[in-house]
């Protein structure tokens, strides 16, 4: 979503009102990234296929048939610069389609609901004009039988940090699988800016709908309601949770399941797990939470990406052919304005286990130009703090005309382990002689990747078994002796295999 994702001062774009990061937050990120979903670089190249050049959120659900749709918010065409929202070719909602069983590779897509060749459409119109309507934003997708069900917002005003105004929330319907949408389906009107509903997520299961909802802004909590599948178009149908029982009337008598603040919510039920899984932003922070029933009690919040690895994050949606051990969502931030695919790893009790093991991970925490703790730097390097990182704000980076030049982080892990390294990279054209890997703390490498010229951000992987180690060094660098070379580096990841 353009505008409502990520708190901070507000600036206008294009004569709206984006949003910009939130404060803080000191917290590890165990999650990994995977992937670009959305815009230059993407794993489809949403860019030049769709004119999707940069877009948010990734609402995702099971179209029944061998699909995953995702709907995605304000989304920019091709004169876009980052950072945030902006640019022409503006289309409040877009949907993308994928048939993309193995996800530890990236996500890709096949298809588009379009209004030209090549050029992804609007789903649903709205009028743009702030303080009427300024944009619909996709909040939640469900499919019953052949059917697929959009819950949007309609905003009326971007206001202060984390706070909007919607008019309501409804329902849409689409029987030719996204293509074109039906909308007057059920509605949650906000004359007063406390509805309950405004925000969904969507679970169908044992012939309910589940909806979740939250109000507008970022501030509220999550409220529970479930309507038959077969009556989803039907408001009379709908019952809310009360804490102790499901009742019809108003929305109102809803309390809630989980306490404020709650916002951009996913949930589902997890087979790996046996549980139901909820993730959303808390504060500055993507969070999961576990229950056992859809009504709760839901278990502390353990953070998934935290502000200070992932800044100007949001959303984080959880892909619903997620399987195993292995939890995908579609995370979005600011800065480059587009969706990444990430991963965390979970218990059988649903707790996080395996993180990332880099600290630091993107160089989001350094705070200048110069290299700093846990990092450092062989030979010339520093902090790219400007709009040339693969995710949010930062990168690493090393240059020079001659000699190596690297930068690198010692690690611990436990002894005789398998482990699994990654990162994102790319270099100047001249580049003939670069190094990925890990090594011994001050030593040699004993498992490495030799590369030449990388000319768009490109992952490279490298796994090893730590033997007696309990620390190793991971590393990035280049010989520079072939002119003026350099060599980027952002979203490292050490993980057990």
Request: net charge negative; charged share 15%.
């Amino acid at each position: 979503m353009k505008l409502l994702r990520v708190p901070i001062a507000m600036v206008l774009l294009s004569g709206l009102v984006a949003a910009g990061p939130a404060q803080a937050s000191s917290a590890h990120s165990p999650a990994i990234v995977v992937s670009k979903m959305t815009g230059p670089g993407s794993v489809s190249a949403t860019d030049t296929n769709w004119k999707i050049k940069a877009t948010d959120l990734g609402v995702m659900w099971d179209n029944g048939s061998g699909e995953i749709l995702a709907a995605f918010g304000d989304t920019f065409g091709d004169t876009w610069q980052p950072p945030g929202a902006n640019g022409d070719d503006w289309r409040s909602q877009v949907l993308l389609r994928s048939t993309d069983p193995d996800l530890a590779d990236g996500m890709s897509f096949s298809s588009a609901a379009t209004d030209a060749p090549g050029h992804a459409k609007e789903l649903i119109p709205s009028k743009k004009i702030d303080g009427d309507e300024i944009t619909v934003i996709p909040t939640a997708g469900v499919s019953v039988g052949t059917r697929q069900y959009l819950a949007y917002m309609s905003v009326r005003h971007w206001g202060e940090p984390g706070v909007w105004t919607t008019n309501h929330s409804s329902i849409a319907y689409s029987d030719d699988n996204g293509q074109n949408w039906v909308t007057g389906g059920p509605r949650w009107d906000n004359p007063g800016g406390d509805n309950h509903f405004q925000m969904a997520a969507f679970v169908r299961r044992d012939g309910f709908v589940y909806m979740y909802g939250t109000p507008n802004g970022r501030g509220g909590a999550a409220y529970l309601a479930r309507v038959p599948e077969a009556a989803v178009l039907d408001k009379a149908a709908y019952r809310y949770w009360t804490g102790s029982a499901w009742r019809s009337g108003p929305d109102t008598l809803a309390t809630p399941v989980v306490a404020a603040p709650v916002s951009e919510l996913s949930v589902q039920f997890n087979a790996f797990t046996g549980k139901w899984l909820m993730t959303y932003l808390k504060g500055s922070d993507v969070v999961l939470r576990t229950a056992p029933a859809p009504t709760g009690p839901w278990s502390a919040p353990a953070v998934v990406a935290g502000f200070a690895d992932f800044p100007g994050l949001y959303g984080g949606f959880m892909h619903p052919w997620s399987s195993g051990p292995n939890l995908y969502l579609a995370l979005s931030e600011w800065t480059p304005y587009n969706v990444y695919l990430i991963r965390v790893t979970l218990n059988r009790d649903g707790s996080i286990t395996n993180p990332n093991l880099v600290r630091d991970p993107s160089f989001e925490r350094q705070t200048t130009g110069t290299v700093s703790a846990p990092w450092a730097v062989t030979g010339n390097g520093g902090i790219d703090q400007a709009t040339w990182a693969f995710t949010a704000d930062r990168n690493g980076f090393v240059r020079y005309n001659r000699g190596w030049h690297d930068l690198h982080q010692t690690v611990s892990v436990t002894p005789h382990t398998a482990y699994t390294l990654s990162g994102w990279l790319r270099t100047s054209p001249n580049n003939d002689n670069g190094f990925f890997g890990v090594r011994n703390p001050g030593g040699p490498p004993f498992a490495e990747v030799n590369f030449g010229a990388v000319g768009g951000w490109t992952k490279f992987t490298v796994t090893f078994n730590s033997g007696s180690r309990s620390s190793v060094e991971v590393f990035a660098g280049i010989w520079t002796d072939n002119g003026d070379m350099w060599l980027q580096l952002d979203d490292f990841a050490l993980t057990r295999t």
